[in-house]
């Protein structure tokens, strides 16, 4: 032992080889990771400079200095030789530094009517507005690929499910389109929230604005926002942009994790309704048969990254006093980690659902098994011999209970055995047994006929067009 302040300390050394300082080093930099920020910080500064000389804050000369010396330092680091430094805490103290190194006295002027408060809120801005952009560019994507298979199949039959029951039978078609008005829906969410992000902090300054004549309408328009953020107090504390974005997210890797369910269960040995290309599965080390839905599985899995990171900056945020606190530099990891997630789950689903192979024998014989048009039975009694619903329901379960004594199923059963159950049962009624009958009844708007689906499908290719 050497020095007391540098050397592991009695009561915590235990976990912690580092002396003190070391840890609050540790604890307090954010370069590690807000280092992915370096673009938008660069754009920022470089906005910001540009309007100092325009107002005359700066002059001309130093402004451009500071711009191109900006330039140099972008290049850098995407060069990937760019000396990122811990004791610099941040990427804006990183970046500022070697600004300095590179064109000296002038970099220190930079930080005029700014503080890191507006700068980072600003960055992390830009950041999170890049990230719903290609979120609505991935999730229309997707939109698409579902589409096609919506138009593929809108009139392959397949057995619909409540309690995952068999329920009636449905199209492939519907089924795939419920799943573009999802995410149609998400797309949305993360359009308004573009929108209502989309205002400058920069010129907040730490916290009450600045004696300085800045132009905040020149950085925010520079920067691509609509107009300043109006209340400085709030452009630097606020973080409901990044929570718009991260519920956003949660909810559109809901849909997706509800997807993947499906996938797994449909491409089982027991259901077989789907296969995935070797693309999309992996074999087991040990069981030669098997081919498993990893990329479902993770999909599915995902959510839980994703609505952890919602839950941990709801946490963060929660009962912080205005305006900036420390607290907030812990919004960027979960953010990062949560668009990181999002846009490679959007991605894998993407990339499956255009290589997925239906096969539609098998859904049309599970469509056709469990009873499934049952309803239908039930609809034609009400329909054709004035049935009250209720007791038409009750003829049709006790027909379902002697199909499934005989081991057949509806429209197996003889019309001797149809009469016994209701006198008012004829021929007729066979025709809407049929699964293709069946859903070829179903022309309610939204319904599963295929000429609803058709309708639907055409209506999202005129959209996504
Ligand atoms: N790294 C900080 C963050 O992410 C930047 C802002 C620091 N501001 C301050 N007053 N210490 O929040």
């Not at 573009?194 to 004696?211: H, Y």
């Not at 899995?301 to 912080?320: C, E, S």
């Not at 098998?362 to 609809?379: H, I, N, Y």
Request: overall charge negative; charged content about 20%; proline content about 3%.
């Amino acid at each position: 032992m050497t020095d007391d302040t540098k050397t592991s300390n009695a009561m915590w050394g235990g976990r912690f080889a580092a002396g003190p300082d070391a840890i609050m080093e540790a604890i307090n930099a954010s370069i590690s990771f807000d280092k992915r920020l370096y673009a938008q910080d660069i754009r920022g500064s470089r906005a910001h400079a540009a309007m100092l000389a325009a107002t005359g804050i700066l002059t001309h000369s130093d402004a451009e200095a500071i711009g191109e010396g900006l330039l140099t330092v972008l290049s850098e680091i995407e060069a990937g030789d760019f000396p990122f430094s811990t004791a610099l805490e941040d990427i804006h103290m990183n970046v500022e530094a070697r600004l300095k190194a590179l064109i000296g006295e002038p970099a220190g002027r930079l930080h005029t009517a700014r503080s890191r408060n507006d700068q980072v809120a600003t960055d992390f801005r830009l950041w999170v507005r890049d990230q719903a952009d290609a979120a609505i560019t991935s999730l229309t994507a997707l939109m698409k690929v579902l589409v096609a298979q919506a138009e593929q199949g809108a009139d392959w039959v397949m057995p619909g499910f409540t309690h995952l029951q068999t329920a009636q039978p449905v199209t492939w078609g519907h089924h795939m389109m419920a799943y573009v008005e999802m995410f149609a829906r998400d797309r949305s969410r993360f359009e308004d929230a573009r929108k209502r992000m989309n205002e400058c902090p920069l010129g907040s300054a730490a916290l009450a604005g600045t004696g300085f004549p800045i132009d905040r309408h020149m950085t925010a328009q520079a920067l691509g926002f609509d107009r300043p953020m109006a209340n400085s107090l709030d452009g630097v504390s606020d973080r409901d942009f990044a929570l718009e974005f991260l519920s956003s997210a949660a909810i559109c890797a809901v849909h997706l994790s509800r997807l993947a369910e499906e996938l797994v269960i449909w491409s089982s040995a027991q259901f077989r309704f789907v296969a995935m290309s070797d693309k999309w599965s992996t074999g087991s080390s040990i069981m030669p048969q098997k081919r498993n839905p990893d990329a479902a599985e993770l999909i599915r899995a995902k959510i839980g990254r994703v609505l952890g990171a919602a839950v941990a900056l709801f946490t963060v945020m929660k009962g912080l006093p205005l305006a900036y606190s420390k607290d907030m530099q812990e919004d960027k990891e979960q953010v990062f980690d949560a668009a990181d997630t999002l846009m490679l789950a959007l991605a894998a689903m993407t990339g499956m659902m255009s290589d997925l192979t239906v096969n539609t024998g098998k859904l049309e014989a599970a469509a056709s098994s469990g009873f499934s048009t049952a309803t239908d039975l039930a609809d034609w009694l009400v329909r054709e011999a004035g049935l009250p619903f209720r007791d038409a329901h009750h003829v049709t379960g006790s027909l379902v209970a002697l199909a499934e004594k005989k081991g057949c199923d509806l429209p197996d059963l003889s019309l001797e055995e149809l009469k016994s159950a209701h006198p008012a049962l004829t021929e007729a009624v066979y025709s809407v047994l049929g699964v293709h009958n069946s859903v070829a009844s179903r022309q309610s708007y939204g319904g599963t006929a295929p000429d609803q689906v058709r309708a639907q499908v055409a209506r999202w290719q005129g959209l996504l067009a």
